[in-house]
């Protein structure tokens, strides 16, 4: 998560929420985000909410760590049945960070424990970790699946060592496969995260990155463009002109790259970033955010949402152990949104999925742009023909163009 | 050295044989207010302590800029061997677009202080004002100001002086205004050389307006100079051109702060009241004269001001367009110059054509409306005003680009100006090349001293309306002076250029230039668009063209990529304020067809800055 947190209103110290949130809560899916704020080194082009081992301490430690996030859980809780909200099975759980396995895989095991006592667990349930290539074991993985982990998505980036090297990451690329070996062998689903559009990458060192990655023959793949984030090392470097600045036509050419190359893969796009080889493979918990599920997120920077009510937590661990310690909130502030915000918000997320938005759900200024939408190639005729609004290949590139077409005025 | 005079001559009961009245000739920086202002405090009439700088200069902008839009008239006593003087300063405006206003106070006058920086020379304003001053048989004091600048060469340009109007250069004064150094000599010389009004105190009172100025508080205040008879207080008066009649309910003289008197005799000078609020009913040249004994014949040099060069001002914000009418009607009780109508742009929206002098006009009209109204302005490129003859012999008067005629055109005529560019002379070569490229016609040269050159063209006036005096400025790095004033009109080979967005003409960007010169306009405007023109969805040609004929094509290509990567951990609310500011930013475009352009590419595009970083490589 970024940095910087949004502006919002204060969120009440016992956290408790309004009635909004509460109101047809038992009719929606819930799922846990639980943050790791810990990471080896500091990556250049990293704006997330993370430290490296040594800048913490007290609860914030990573030692301390687990048992400060289970208080939250404890916390969360309490504040969903003191504010009217039953009690509801963990439908998805995804650890991220941060380095979520810089932790002891036993740390990460205690939390999610903890969160299934609480509410308990869907059979069938999605619980996700982020890994790094380089801190993970054989005998790590296999107790996180022990502990009910389903699934690892690691961070490969790239399989090319001078982009690995301008994005800091300090993994080996030949480490890649076997990570994904083991994760097999320990019976996880195995998801790759791939970065494109890195200062210096050429569109054959992205082929190159995208032709290994699906190589490993994995489940699911997201691809993300690279955000160069105000404060950032690499947003220095490119200042400095030390590394050449980003390009939209070059990850607009290495996007359409990534589309075609997945796709003879064998992968689908569900979302506008994210491929999976079955529609059950999908990431349901990134879904969840798209669709406007209930989600509790843990940890400090955190964000949560439930019921058109959405905080977010303080942002530095001292700080986030500090407030649990003395049982308040660790929420930094929070939004209600009315009807017409939470509508905007619906059209805005649900226009990256390959579902679509339903054409009948948008304003009727939006269902009129859908016909020049379509003369423009940004939406596929046939869906839009059986009622969803759903983005061609061009129209992912421009999903924020199209959404801004067809909101209401 | 005289002291001080010990009493002051009475208004209304003053001997014409003691009152001089003078004005001050000078180029916006030489330091005239300085000098008004030193001349203020020798003679006692602003006490030290109140003297903020240049006194007479009232509007903020007038004080920032230096220079003096309006004139004023301050009545100073002073006494030489024993006598009372009553001395009569007429502060004229500085700049070429006022030469109307300067012709009339020089009228009101029996001499000038020709003011000429001692470091510089005398300037081509100036010298078009010494000029006029000699054609209204002024008497000359010449005077080098800033006599105590390291850079002044005082020799030089008093050898100068003295050849442009007879005499000899040790005649020459030498002063500065900063600090006070031959103020007092000056003063006496004013007493000594210049002549004292004569008129008729017993014929029917005749008085020439020289200056009408707006006051929030008192109406108009008319300021005028009496040739014959007496005005009184109560009295009605009578506007010999309008043939309007007024009460006067006040008169009296500036000394500096409006004093009341029991009327105004024959040479004497001062203000009015009569409580109208427009200035257009009390117009600069206009005689006044007593209406129960009005004179026959009113005084000579009557002229309406005519607006020379016109632009369309547009409001940022659509909605502040009920402001610029008010702010323009408020600025046009003070601005009998100042013109305008309503107008339409498609691109632009609701604003105003408006009708100015010169550029120094426009600017300082359009710095007034967004500093003392608070306005953010678009100003289209100024233009000026073409007479087209259509073939079925119907004349049309173009003063916007949108308006010229789409039928067969006979003619075209358009203004022409005959203007004074005074340089040294390692720039003449410079000059030429500017002015030819101009289509400017030389009309002679003379060396005004050895290194100093004045050279006369007759030039388009729609040729340097836009960019030449700056050019001018670059090319004599800052030495050539220009002075111009209107003269006739000529057929010319003039064509319009359309602009078109994605087919879809932006009646903002058209310009009407010389055959000639329409590619080049073509290119440096689709250029400057694509350049500022953010990519769009789809491809959008850029064209310029006259009639149906493309001479000049960009294009924008279309943008590919506009999508967020992700959401942070459910960063929700951060993505949804991106996606609102941008839908802000949508509402502050201009659609020209499906084209999304910002305002600030209009305004950049309609900007000179890029003639003048061209003209300065």
Partial sequence: MPSVLPLGDPAPSDGLLPQQAADGSADRAFGLYVHIPFCAVRCGYCDFNTYTATELGGGASQDAYATTAISEVDFAATVLRDSGIPDRPLGTVFFGGGTPTLLPAEDLGRILKAAINKWGIEAGAEVTTEANPDSVTPESLAVLKDAGFTRVSFGMQSAVPHVLKVLDRTHTPSRVPQVVQWAREAGLAVSLDLIYGTPGESLEDWRYSLETALSYQPDHISAYALIVEDGTKLAAQIRRGEVPGIDDDDHADKYELADQLIGEAGLSWYEVSNWSRTPEQACRHNLAYWRGDDWWGIGPGAHSHVGGVRWWNVKHPTAYAGRLAQGLSPAAGRETLDDGTRDMERIMLEARLASGVGVSSLGESGRKAVAGLIADGLVDPASAFRGRLVLTLKGRLLADAVVRRILPD | ?617
């Fill in chain 2, 1 to 617: 050295m005289s002291p001080m005079a010990r009493t002051a001559p009475v208004p209304a009961a003053t001997d014409p044989a003691i009152i001089r009245n003078f004005c001050i000739i000078a180029h916006i920086d030489h330091g005239k207010s300085t000098l008004a202002d030193r001349m203020l405090q020798y003679t006692g009439v602003v006490q030290s302590r109140d003297m903020k700088a240049q006194y007479l200069d009232r509007m903020d902008i007038e004080r920032e800029r230096g220079i003096t839009i309006k004139s004023q008239a301050v009545r100073m006593p002073w006494e030489l061997d024993g006598t009372s003087y009553a001395l009569n300063m007429i502060d004229t405006p500085g700049h070429v677009d006022f030469t109307y206003e300067v012709s009339r106070s020089l009228a009101a006058c029996e001499g000038a202080v020709l003011l000429v920086d001692a470091a510089q020379g005398i300037e081509a304003q100036t010298l078009a004002n010494l000029y006029l001053a000699m054609e209204n048989n002024l008497t000359i004091i010449p005077v080098l100001n800033k006599i105590d600048l390291p850079a002044a060469q005082p020799e030089k340009y008093a050898a100068e002086l003295a050849s442009l109007i007879g005499g000899d250069p040790d005649d020459v004064l030498r002063v500065s205004g900063k600090t006070g150094m031959g103020v007092e000599a000056l003063l006496d010389k004013i007493v000594r050389d210049l002549p004292a009004p004569e008129g008729d105190a017993n014929a029917p009172a005749r008085a020439m307006i020289f200056d009408s100025v707006y006051d929030t508080y008192r109406g108009v205040v008319t300021y005028v100079r009496v040739v014959d008879g007496m005005l009184h207080p109560r009295e009605r008066i009578q506007m010999m051109s309008t043939r309007a009649t007024h009460e006067l309910l006040e008169i009296g003289v500036s000394s500096p702060e409006p004093t009341p008197s029991k009327g105004l005799g024959v040479g004497e000078v001062g203000y009015l009241i009569t409580g109208v609020k427009d200035v257009r009913l009390s117009k600069v040249g206009d005689t006044v004269t007593n209406l129960a004994k009005p004179a026959a014949d009113s005084l000579p040099g009557y002229a309406d001001a005519k607006p020379m060069v016109f632009s369309g001002l547009y409001p940022l914000d659509g909605t502040d367009y009920p402001v610029l009418r008010d702010a323009l009607e408020k600025l046009m009780l003070n601005d009998a110059a100042l013109v305008y109508e309503p107008e339409t742009s498609a691109a632009l929206g609701f604003g105003f054509r408006v009708g100015f002098l010169g550029l120094l006009h426009l600017e300082i009209t359009r710095e007034r409306l967004e500093r003392e109204y608070n306005l953010d302005l678009i100003s289209t490129a100024p233009n000026v005003e073409y007479e087209v003859t259509l073939e079925d012999k119907k004349v049309v008067h173009v003063t916007n680009p949108s308006e010229y005629p789409s039928g067969k055109i006979a003619e075209v005529r358009e203004p022409m100006v005959s203007a004074t560019i005074l340089a040294p002379n390692e720039f003449v070569g410079a000059i030429m090349e500017l002015c030819q490229s101009r289509r400017g016609v030389m009309g002679g040269m003379d060396y005004l001293s050895e290194d100093r050159v004045e050279i006369r063209y007759r030039l388009p006036l729609a040729e340097i309306v836009f960019d030449f005096f700056d050019i001018l400025k670059s090319k004599t790095r800052g030495y050539g002076s220009l002075d111009w004033k209107a003269d006739g009109e000529q057929v010319a080979d003039l064509v319009k250029v359309d602009i078109m967005l994605q087919g879809e003409q932006v009646d903002a960007f058209s310009a009407i230039t010389h055959r000639d010169k329409a590619y080049a306009y073509g290119v440096m405007m689709t250029t400057k668009l694509r350049e500022l023109i953010p990519r769009q969805q789809f491809e959008v040609p850029i064209q310029a063209a006259i009639g149906s004929r493309i001479i000049a094509r960009e294009s924008i290509r279309a943008i590919r990529k506009d999508v967020l990567a992700k959401c942070y951990g459910g960063d929700i609310s951060r993505k949804r304020k991106l996606l609102e500011k941008q839908k802000e930013g949508k509402k502050r475009m201009k659609m020209v067809g499906r084209v999304e352009v910002p305002q600030e590419a209009f305004i950049a595009a309609l900007t000179t800055d890029e003639s003048k970083d061209k003209a300065r490589k």
